[in-house]
């Protein structure tokens, strides 16, 4: 679905992304991992298309990336960021069907759509005329979520879309969103520096270091055969946080 093909990026003298190679496959959920300032989120940007990469190329479903069919394709892909990035000044219902109002759904289609969606995301109906100021922050995650699959997008893609909220609201959204995921099929890439989330959520995980891919696989792969020191590292200094696998 989603082939990175010596992808790099410079910030100034600042390499975020070195040189990376990557495939993401089809129907999957694939976890970019790694320290703050890693690359992850760039890798992420990059792949919708809000950054250019300085050099390689980047494909989507067997098309190259680029700045002529950039619109297009982003249509192909939902965007979650932390803490939603919803529009304030715009309701819960606004939010939601901006880009199909924009593309010329017409009310009766918008409707049926909002409707799948909250009951597909738990979001109460009776909330869509309310504001972003005037919902909880777990209910701003499943709106912003509902924002993103509106257009029904092969390619989800979510960055560190549950590190703002508290504990027991994070553990429900994500067993929320396992259940969406495995309902829709859809590829998913989530960005996250929680290495239980990514061990919940992963059929793969990249572990990034200092803009280099440093090993991919599943939890198991990472903690059982790590590929360097610094996996091993990267583990132990979170293990505590692994209990949703169990003991590795």
């Known amino acids: 679905m989603i082939n990175l093909i010596n992808i790099s990026k410079n910030y100034g003298e600042n390499q975020a992304v070195g040189s990376i190679n990557l495939t993401i496959e089809s129907g999957e959920t ?10 992850k989120s760039t890798i992420l940007r990059a792949i919708i298309g809000l950054i250019s990469p300085d050099a390689g190329e980047i494909n989507i479903d067997g ?7 950039v619109t297009s394709l982003r249509r192909k892909m939902g965007y979650v960021i932390q803490e939603g990035g919803l529009f304030p000044n715009l309701s819960a219902l606004e939010n939601v069907s901006l880009m199909a ?6 009310k009766e289609r918008i409707d049926k759509r909002i409707d799948q969606l909250c009951n597909l995301t738990k979001y109460p109906i009776d909330a869509l005329s309310r504001y972003p100021i005037q919902i909880s922050g777990g209910q701003r995650q499943r709106l912003s979520l509902m924002r993103a699959l509106m257009l029904d997008p092969d390619i989800l893609l ?10 027991l609201i994070r553990s429900e959204l994500q067993e929320d969103l396992k259940e969406i995921f495995s309902t ?11 290495i239980g989330e990514a061990a ?22 990472l903690a059982k055969t790590p590929a360097h020191p610094f996996v091993t590292k990267f583990i132990n200094a979170q293990r505590n946080h692994l209990d949703v696998i169990g003991d590795l």
């Not at 694939?30 to 690359?39: A, M």
């Not at 098309?63 to 069919?69: E, H, M, P, Q, V």
């Not at 109002?101 to 017409?106: A, E, K, R």
């Not at 919940?200 to 792969?221: A, C, S």
């Open 101 to 106: 109002s924009y593309l010329g759904w017409d």
């Open 200 to 221: 919940f959520f992963g059929d793969k995980i990249i572990l990034i270091k200092d803009g280099q891919i440093v090993q991919e696989g599943t939890i198991y792969d």
């Open 184 to 194: 829709l099929g859809k590829t998913v890439v989530m960005v996250t520096h929680d």
């Open 158 to 167: 979510l960055d560190e879309p549950l590190g703002a909220l508290d504990p």
């Open 30 to 39: 694939t976890v970019l991992i790694g320290p703050s300032g890693c690359g």
């Open 63 to 69: 098309d190259k990336l680029n700045t002529t069919n």
